[in-house]
């Protein structure tokens, strides 16, 4: 049943590739346009939304991060993303021109259940983005839009995120074909890029040798920290609670921009640092703040386990290591650097020892709120 994996999390770490796949398949026609007929709302509903919030808990709500800089970047619609147990206690601000969307992978989220339910009280649209067909929350929603990653089994979301990602930016790319204006043309580079993803994800997987070496040797780490930067930020949290549920390892994820804010004065020598690092054609040249970022923790004496993209030689003189993906446009790095996170927390639980599909404490799918 693991198809010849030690871990649960192996096999579905490796069913990426496939998991993307499935979730773009038959979502647009021939000539390059979406199709998401299975959004029972009108399309005069969805062309008035005039803000969305994503509600979600976890690994979940790290997608809608990655999520809202695309869709806002494309859309020009305000996009919030809340925590699904705050969501419904904050008071928040909704009617029916606002798209409240969730995502859930068991579909069972009590959190996120509340908010979806606390979302229709206010008369907002919702649509649940959701990987298992017949659970909850798609019933009470208005909309689904299903992620199509398989079961998955390990408490660990691994495909299930990538897959979460990737629905999350149809239904943006979508939002902005509707809308017809500022369909801005990296939103048409992304959309056709996306088909490309799978392979991608596979060659990142045929690279990991390494990732699992460093792990393994990183078993005694008390502390691993993780820097990114715009969508690499959301990454980087993914990163820590992947160390922190699996290996029991503390791990915090920042901005990379926060740094000097205070997080820096955590490092020491030794400190291991992962650091998403966004593509060299990123805008605004944040690809260069992120290389001066690594050079001063490195100069103060941080080990330096730099993520980057291939041909990206900057990191290099600042790098303890340098794991590499392929290159893509930076909306869509994210579904490459997460997976050499996902496999370093795999590499290093199963380093101590550690019962990697069932995290002591943790179910996989949170019943109770
Ligand atoms: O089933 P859901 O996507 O609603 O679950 C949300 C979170 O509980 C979940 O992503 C959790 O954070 C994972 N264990 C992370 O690996």
Redesign the pocket.
Not at 29 to 58: K, M, P
Not at 118 to 142: F, M
């Given at each position: 049943e693991k198809g010849g994996y030690q871990w649960f999390m192996e096999k579905e770490i490796h069913e990426q590739p496939q998991a993307v796949a499935d979730t773009l398949l038959g979502r647009s026609d021939g000539a390059g346009r979406l199709t998401l007929d299975e959004l029972r709302i009108s399309e005069a509903q969805l062309r008035a939304v005039d803000r969305i919030t994503f509600v979600?808990?976890?690994?979940?709500a790290y997608a809608g991060m990655v999520a809202k800089y695309a869709i806002e970047r494309w859309t020009r619609i305000p996009v919030e993303v809340a925590l699904a147990h705050e969501f419904r206690y904050c008071d928040p601000i909704a009617d029916d021109r606002t798209l409240v969307v969730s995502?859930?992978?068991?579909?069972?989220?009590m959190d996120?259940l509340m908010a979806v339910k606390h979302a229709r009280d206010l008369g907002a649209l919702t649509v649940s983005i959701c990987n298992t067909h017949g659970s909850t929350i798609p019933r009470e929603s208005d909309a689904v839009l299903y992620t199509h990653a398989g079961p998955e089994i390990a408490?660990?979301?691994t495909k299930?995120f990538l897959a979460q990602i990737t629905a999350c930016y149809l239904l943006g790319l979508y939002l902005a074909q509707l809308r017809g204006e500022s369909y801005a043309d990296d939103a048409r580079a992304v959309q056709a890029e996306l088909q490309e993803i799978p392979g991608l994800i596979t060659d990142v997987l045929g690279r990991l040798d390494r990732v699992r070496e460093i792990a393994r040797f990183m078993a005694d780490t008390r502390s691993v920290l993780f820097l990114g930067r715009h969508v690499g930020f959301p990454i980087a949290l993914e990163g820590a609670?992947?160390l922190k549920?699996l290996a029991y390892i503390h791990a915090e994820g920042f901005a990379a921009g926060e740094l000097k804010h205070g997080p820096i004065a955590l490092i020491e020598p030794g400190q291991p640092v992962f650091i998403v690092v966004p593509g060299p054609d990123t805008p605004h040249g944040l690809h260069g703040k992120v290389v001066s970022n690594i050079q001063e923790i490195r100069a103060r004496g941080a080990r330096t386990l730099v993520i980057a993209q291939d041909g990206d030689t900057a990191v290099e003189p600042f790098a303890d290591e340098v794991i590499r993906v392929p290159r893509t446009s930076p909306m869509l790095q994210p579904l490459l650097a997460a997976v050499p996170l996902q496999v370093f927390a795999l590499e290093l639980s199963n380093a101590k020892g550690l019962d990697v599909d069932q995290p002591r404490n943790?179910a996989k799918?949170?019943t109770v709120e």
């Amino acid at each position: 049943e693991k198809g010849g994996y030690q871990w649960f999390m192996e096999k579905e770490i490796h069913e990426q590739p496939q998991a993307v796949a499935d979730t773009l398949l038959g979502r647009s026609d021939g000539a390059g346009r979406l199709t998401l007929d299975e959004l029972r709302i009108s399309e005069a509903q969805l062309r008035a939304v005039d803000r969305i919030t994503f509600v979600a808990c976890g690994t979940a709500a790290y997608a809608g991060m990655v999520a809202k800089y695309a869709i806002e970047r494309w859309t020009r619609i305000p996009v919030e993303v809340a925590l699904a147990h705050e969501f419904r206690y904050c008071d928040p601000i909704a009617d029916d021109r606002t798209l409240v969307v969730s995502i859930s992978q068991s579909g069972e989220t009590m959190d996120t259940l509340m908010a979806v339910k606390h979302a229709r009280d206010l008369g907002a649209l919702t649509v649940s983005i959701c990987n298992t067909h017949g659970s909850t929350i798609p019933r009470e929603s208005d909309a689904v839009l299903y992620t199509h990653a398989g079961p998955e089994i390990a408490v660990a979301s691994t495909k299930g995120f990538l897959a979460q990602i990737t629905a999350c930016y149809l239904l943006g790319l979508y939002l902005a074909q509707l809308r017809g204006e500022s369909y801005a043309d990296d939103a048409r580079a992304v959309q056709a890029e996306l088909q490309e993803i799978p392979g991608l994800i596979t060659d990142v997987l045929g690279r990991l040798d390494r990732v699992r070496e460093i792990a393994r040797f990183m078993a005694d780490t008390r502390s691993v920290l993780f820097l990114g930067r715009h969508v690499g930020f959301p990454i980087a949290l993914e990163g820590a609670l992947k160390l922190k549920e699996l290996a029991y390892i503390h791990a915090e994820g920042f901005a990379a921009g926060e740094l000097k804010h205070g997080p820096i004065a955590l490092i020491e020598p030794g400190q291991p640092v992962f650091i998403v690092v966004p593509g060299p054609d990123t805008p605004h040249g944040l690809h260069g703040k992120v290389v001066s970022n690594i050079q001063e923790i490195r100069a103060r004496g941080a080990r330096t386990l730099v993520i980057a993209q291939d041909g990206d030689t900057a990191v290099e003189p600042f790098a303890d290591e340098v794991i590499r993906v392929p290159r893509t446009s930076p909306m869509l790095q994210p579904l490459l650097a997460a997976v050499p996170l996902q496999v370093f927390a795999l590499e290093l639980s199963n380093a101590k020892g550690l019962d990697v599909d069932q995290p002591r404490n943790l179910a996989k799918s949170v019943t109770v709120e």
